[in-house]
């Protein structure tokens, strides 16, 4: 993740890219046939498990336990089935996984946009405000991420139940659950890239009379647009795919459960919904992947951005 | 194991029972259009005028029901909710037990549980945010309830959980039809079922995919379970009440000649390729089948026995006819000789209290009650042993056989053993132990000293 | 932001409006303005301190919101579990006997020796393949289709990837129809099926692999942005210099991208001794291929043994901390240097 957002320390090398650099650059592959060979292997390998997923969600339940998805080539059935039974509601405990899919979403969007302004402000904090502990405080934070999160859940929510709270089991709960759970290492990874922004730039809004709020939102946050989308892309990922934080805090109802609650349900539960598990786990994989591909330039303009100081 | 009780039944009929006819009331309400209109409420109360009326009260009850189960939970008390005034707030999940825990340290129980087994709800007992029955809920289990029910909800004198729901284990599934078609006979005894067994394996011999059992151990985290309940049947008709009862409690331990003799009893069955596992391969597949897809090659034709709870009619795919003389049917688990008393095992889920409200206490005390009992089972997929309750009720004619069975005074019921052991032991080394020992990493003498190890000392 | 929470919170106690799909997205819609709205607040307020003493009410507005709730939800838990891990389930004090209990017990040095493996295998493989599979891709035509094959594990859940992989990993006895690929393969071969998931000590490795193609992505797409931020210039120069692809990268892109590489073998390594859910989906545990941070699930919320689990827990954290230390270590020198 550094890379799109902190440029490389190594960046004494004499002259560093001039902005012509990039221009200069041409199509050119690092070695020749050998390499794209192997890029084919790895992509086939890494595909293959899901693309199996994906061809087992359209077929008949039957057809899955007793055949392997391979076998569609010799003899093709294909049916959408699966797909009507996990969105159709057929009781009150079960509903439609559109119900889950909102909740996901309602989860997720909070989720994401608060602990990275958070983080953003402290990684600022940490890189240009300069105070006594300030890296020891820091190196705590860093350390942070390793506090196994089962172990922060109950105390955690012992403190969402004081009376003067009270949001055990409701969305607030779980947005701030996750907030906290990513602030470790999201402000670690925001300090790489902030603190990397050129000294010379941030003298210079000194010198233009700016305080730290104004440097804040006219240099830092412009600067630092692709490493937020970076981090925004895994934390939404990390929080669309978390079970163990929502159903903790969310209280595991309807009203509030996520998608990947219900998907292991459809694990846990029956043993034999094999065709509903698989049509459920690719709904799941949909918008984390829409995510990536709108957010995914981002990863390319995190490294010009980099490049441009020297 | 949570999963093993009150999974979905699909596809049974729902519709002829409707809430008001709890049979039990005596009233002679027509119960066959009492429920389904909301005209009669008032006609339709009088079974709940006991529990009296409250306003704006609710009730939060937990459980590991979840889709269908849940569905026909919230059912059974709708009209209880609707005479009472008590909202009932129903969660159900399959994390229970890691839910429960957080929310008991954090200090935000639920007013009920619904627990899927004694030893977990001994287990929160022993961690004191259990309140005891009420009085009330007593006199029903009193009422209602063997001795040995009330016990399994009783710890250190103290009665805390009543129990709800029950499973009949020991089934064997097969299919009439292919006994008819095959000319064999439901066996009598052990040893009948080992000359049947034998018998299918010669007959079988042309298809090479087939054996004359079906086992399926894996069930995710509980992964092992199937195969303590076999054991635990075997342990029970081999050396009878008291050997067993002294098993659960540890007395007898794991490596003593008894139990050792039934896991090698078992491996006569589970460790023999030519006897397991149709349609799926050799002994080495036993751990990895899915016990929910365990019986199914038995339509196929690929395998003839099934061992498993009563539950397991409602794994069969829809368009399945169970019925003595339809496609899938089952017998209890033979005994070891002709005259031995009927045995059974079985399980059962337990209702606990985290608070003593007016409501919570209400709501109990109606869960307790057979008028409680004959609605949710009539509402299809359980049975219960409640002795209020009747048989005629159950949604399937396998259901009333199991009630029956409950029922009757000639039958030794004991509790699923390995739900009474400890945690450590009975849903962690025995489930981890009979894996390995099916697996062929571990002989009977090597896994039955090893669970003995895990055995708590204190 | 606590009292906003609260705010928000009441209606959804109540039945009907917020039970409303729409009503929730709303919900959400709110709660990302009024936040943004209170961060703005902040920003006014830190804009606007008085000159005395600015810098310190500006470094107090910038800090605190992530402190505090850092204080409440990590640092807290983190020293309550480090006292739970010397006491005994009744609350005393019994020093390192669950540490004992722990490396004494029959399965926790086969549970310690696997997250090892994880631990050395995962970082490996991820950061290995994502690395080369980067440097292939570079450039190449396609690259963005070829890069979302290999992120899109990262877009599967631990438990979906289980899944996942449990279909790849289906064992049939020979002779009979193998439902699974890669059984299906040995078959074809000519080769018997094998018990993937079942087989020890293989078996651990077949379930860190499934963590490896995941964290493989996270890797791939940053290093590829790392290498992508090599200047043309000193590449070229290299090339002039007669020096061959393997040497080129050994000798300008390795040292370039030395500081990604750290942060994503970091991260990664992080990530692995977390995860429990891998093992906690394809074995529960069983066949010997337990991870600390499995057991202690298993432990303080299966068994009712929080002490034990408290203990596995700092275990977990002593494995981590050396990747601490590093880490600081070259935080520090780069901070000297810039």
Avoid at chain 1, 238 to 246: E, T
Avoid at chain 2, 413 to 421: E, I, P, Q, S, Y
Avoid at chain 3, 66 to 86: D, E, H
Avoid at chain 3, 239 to 258: K, Q
């Amino acid at each position: 993740m550094s890379a799109a957002i902190a440029p490389e320390p190594v960046v004494d090398a004499p002259d560093g890219a001039s902005s012509g650099g990039k221009a200069k650059r041409v199509k050119k592959r690092l070695t020749s046939r050998t390499a794209t060979f192997f890029a084919i292997v790895i992509a086939t390998l890494w595909t293959i498990p899901t693309f199996g997923l994906f061809v087992s969600s359209f077929r008949p339940d039957t057809d899955i336990a007793n055949s392997g998805w391979w076998t569609i080539i010799t003899n093709p059935s294909f049916t959408l089935d699966n797909y009507t039974a996990v969105f159709s509601e057929s009781g009150a405990s079960s509903a439609s996984l559109g119900v889950y899919f909102i909740n996901s979403i309602v989860i997720t969007l909070p989720a994401t946009v608060f602990p990275i302004t958070l983080a953003l402000m402290a990684a600022y904090a940490f890189a240009w405000i300069p105070f006594k502990g300030s890296s020891w405080i820091f190196v705590l934070v860093f350390a942070l991420q390793i506090v196994p999160l089962q172990m922060a859940l109950i105390p955690l929510l012992k403190i969402f139940n004081y009376p003067w709270l009270d949001i055990g089991g409701t969305f607030p709960a779980v947005w701030i659950a996750h907030t906290i759970f990513a602030l470790p290492l999201e402000i670690f990874l925001l300090h790489n890239f902030i603190s990397e922004i050129p000294r010379d730039v941030m003298e210079a809004a000194k010198v233009d009379g700016a305080n730290h709020a104004q440097i804040f939102r006219r240099v830092v946050i412009p600067l630092s647009v692709p490493a937020i989308a970076s981090v925004a892309i895994f934390q939404f990922l990390w929080v669309w795919n978390d079970l163990l934080v929502a159903l903790v805090f969310s209280g595991g109802t309807i009203k509030t459960a996520p998608l990947t609650q219900r998907i292991a349900e459809f694990a846990g539960t029956r043993g034999n919904d094999w065709e509903l598990l698989t049509a459920a786990a690719f709904v799941g994989t949909i918008v984390p992947l829409i995510v990536f591909f709108s957010l995914q330039r981002y990863f390319v303009r995190g490294l010009l951005a980099g490049s441009t100081k020297g | 194991m949570n999963r093993r009780l009150f999974i979905p039944v699909a596809g049974l009929a729902i519709g002829g029972l409707a809430l008001a006819g709890c049979s039990s009331g005596g009233t002679s309400d027509d119960s066959s259009s009492g429920g389904g209109g909301g005209g009669a409420m008032a006609e339709g109360c009088e079974d709940y005028a006991d529990y009296g009326t409250f306003d704006g009260d609710s009730v939060e009850i937990y459980g590991t029901q979840v889709d269908e189960e849940a569905d026909r939970l919230v059912e059974s008390w709708a009209q209880f909710e609707e005479c009472t005034g008590i909202t009932v707030e129903w969660i159900g999940n399959q994390e229970f037990e890691t839910q429960m825990n957080v929310r008991v340290e954090a200090g935000d129980p639920p007013n009920l549980a619904i627990f899927p087994q004694p030893g977990l709800a001994a287990r929160f007992i022993e961690g004191g945010s259990v309140v005891p029955a009420p009085e009330s809920v007593e006199a029903n289990v009193d009422e209602f309830w063997t001795e040995s029910w009330k016990e399994y909800g009783t710890v250190d004198g103290t009665f805390y959980a009543a129990p709800l729901m029950a499973s009949v284990k020991g089934w064997i599934w097969y299919s009439p039809t292919q006994f008819a078609e095959k000319g064999y006979e439901v066996p009598e005894t052990w040893d009948d079922m080992m000359a049947l067994t034998a018998q299918m394996a010669e007959d079988g011999a042309d298809n090479a995919q087939y054996r004359p059992w079906c086992i399926g151990f894996e069930s995710g985290e509980a992964t092992g379970w199937p195969g303590t309940d076999w054991i635990e049947d075997i342990v029970l008709r081999q050396n009878g009440a008291e050997v067993y009862d002294a098993w659960v409690a540890g007395d007898v331990k794991f490596s003593d000649p008894e139990i050792q003799t039934a896991f090698d009893t078992f491996g006569e069955i589970a460790l023999n390729a030519d006897y397991v596992n149709g349609g799926i391969g050799g002994p080495e597949t036993i751990a990895s089948t899915a016990f929910g897809d365990a019986g199914l090659p038995i339509l196929d034709g690929n395998c003839s026995l099934h061992h498993q709870a009563s539950f397991y009619e409602g794994f069969w795919p829809e368009g399945t006819t169970v019925a003595e003389d339809g496609d899938i049917w089952a017998f209890i688990t033979p005994k070891v000789n002709a005259d031995d008393p009927d045995a059974v095992t079985g399980g059962g889920e337990f209702i606990t209290a985290f608070d003593s409200e007016p409501a919570t206490v209400a709501f109990q005390t109606f869960l307790s009650s057979d008028t409680w009992a004959n609605i949710r089972v009539g509402l299809g997929g359980v049975i219960s042993a409640n002795q209020g309750l009747d048989p005629a009720n159950a949604s399937s004619a396998l259901g009333t056989a199991a009630i029956e069975l409950l029922q009757s005074e000639d039958t030794l019921f004991k509790f699923d053993g390995a739900d009474l052991m400890p945690a450590e032991v009975g849903s962690a080394s025995f489930w981890t132990g009979i894996t390995d020992w099916v697996q062929g990493t571990k002989s009977t003498e090597e896994v039955t000293s090893f669970i003995d190890g895990t055995w708590p000392s204190s | 932001m606590t009292s906003l929470a609260g705010l928000a919170a009441i209606p959804l106690r109540t039945e009907g409006f917020w039970t409303d799909q729409g009503g929730k997205l709303g919900f959400a819609a709110v709660a990302i303005v009024a936040f943004l709205a209170v961060m703005g607040l902040v920003m006014f307020l830190a804009d606007n301190a008085p000159k005395k003493g600015r810098d310190v009410i500006q470094l107090l507005l910038f800090i605190l919101p992530a402190m505090l709730l850092l204080t409440a939800g990590m640092i807290w838990p983190a020293l309550s579990t480090m006292w739970q891990s010397v006491t005994s389930k009744a609350g005393e004090f019994v020093g390192l006997d669950n540490f004992v209990t722990i490396f004494t017990d029959p399965t926790g040095q086969v549970v310690l020796r696997n997250t090892l493996l994880w631990v050395v295998f995962v970082p490996t493989i991820s950061t290995v393949v994502g690395l080369a599979y980067a440097l292939f891709i570079d450039r190449a035509r396609g690259e963005r289709v070829l890069k979302s094959l290999v992120f899109m594990p990262m877009a599967i859940s631990f438990v979906g990837a289980s899944i996942i992989w449990g279909f790849m990993y289906t064992y049939r006895s020979e002779g009979f129809p193998q439902i699974g690929l890669l059984n299906q393969i040995l078959v074809w071969l000519g080769g018997s099926p094998y018990q993937f998931v079942e087989t020890p000590p293989w078996n651990t490795f077949f379930l860190l692999v499934v963590m490896a193609w995941i964290q493989t992505g996270f890797a791939m797409v940053v290093l590829s942005a790392a290498i992508k931020g090599v200047p043309a210039e000193i590449v070229e120069a290299a090339e002039l210099d007669g020096a061959s692809a393997w040497e080129r990268f050994l000798h300008v892109t390795l040292p370039w991208i030395r500081g990604s590489l750290v942060v994503v073998v970091t991260t990664i390594t992080i990530s692995t001794l977390k995860v429990f859910d891998i093992v906690r989906t394809m074995t529960g545990g069983q066949y010997n291929t337990s991870v600390v941070a499995n057991e202690m699930y298993t432990r303080a919320f299966r068994l009712g043994q929080p002490e034990i689990g408290a203990a596995l827990a700092v275990v977990l954290f002593i494995l981590v901390l050396p990747i601490v230390v590093y880490n600081i270590r070259v935080l520090r020198q780069h901070k000297e240097t810039h």
